[in-house]
């Protein structure tokens, strides 16, 4: 139990100095709930999203381990085409009238593109492109800058013997000096879009 329930001293919500491994399994801790869990490289809960209204809600929460909110993910509905929004939390107090990030995907007509455009708003002046890129048929997507620069990359994970551990569970490894909430809350979306939460 003690790896269910690690310190409510951990931070997970700041960048590290170092690369960081997390484990996403896509199931929830809460009994007939939907969401993910994910454990860091210790085997400790991390972050969760439980959502306990229905799969796919137009409302989520990412919380940390010990059930701080994050952020708050809004689907919102534009026409045929929407996107995801992610406000950011801070002491359960919403940080911001404006959305951090907006996650778009990208909509070619008869394209197999599963990529996803990110817009992150810092400030009111400056914003930041970044994009999520998925792969046909396998659970795997990376996060990227459009310079190409590596953020963050999900890949199935495998057991030490090289076996895989299902569709549902993800390893997911998080470059040094990136805000890992962040970076949690755009898998999340992702996972969203595709119908995996």
């Known amino acids: 139990?003690?790896?269910?329930?690690?310190?409510?001293?951990?931070?997970?919500?700041?960048s590290s100095g170092t690369t960081e491994t997390f484990t996403v399994w896509m199931k929830s801790l809460v009994f007939h709930g939907n969401g993910c869990t994910v454990f860091?490289?210790?085997?400790?809960?991390?972050?969760?999203?439980d959502n306990y209204q229905q799969k796919c809600s137009r409302k989520v929460f990412l919380?940390?381990?010990?059930?701080?909110?994050?952020?708050?993910?809004?689907?919102?509905?534009?026409?045929?085409?929407g996107c995801w929004e992610g406000f950011k939390w801070i002491d359960s107090d919403v940080r911001m009238k404006r959305p951090l990030f907006q996650v778009r995907r990208n909509r070619a007509i008869l394209s197999k593109d599963n990529s996803c455009q990110v817009i992150?708003?810092?400030?009111?002046?400056?914003?930041?492109?970044?994009?999520i890129i998925g792969f046909e048929g396998k659970s795997s997507l990376k996060i990227t800058d459009f310079s190409g620069k590596v953020f963050a990359e999900a890949t199935q994970k495998q057991s030490p013997e090289g076996v895989g551990l299902g569709d549902d569970v993800l390893r997911l490894r998080v470059e040094a000096n990136v805000d890992q909430s962040l970076i949690m809350a755009l898998v999340t979306v992702y996972g969203l879009i595709n119908n995996k939460l």
Do not use: E, Q, W
Not at 120 to 131: E, H, M, Q, V
């Open 1 to 14: 139990m003690a790896k269910i329930h690690p310190h409510p001293s951990m931070n997970t919500c700041s």
């Open 40 to 49: 860091n490289s210790k085997g400790d809960v991390a972050f969760r999203v």
């Open 63 to 81: 919380m940390d381990s010990t059930g701080n909110l994050l952020f708050s993910l809004n689907r919102k509905t534009l026409g045929m085409f």
């Open 120 to 131: 992150l708003r810092c400030d009111k002046n400056i914003k930041n492109y970044y994009k």
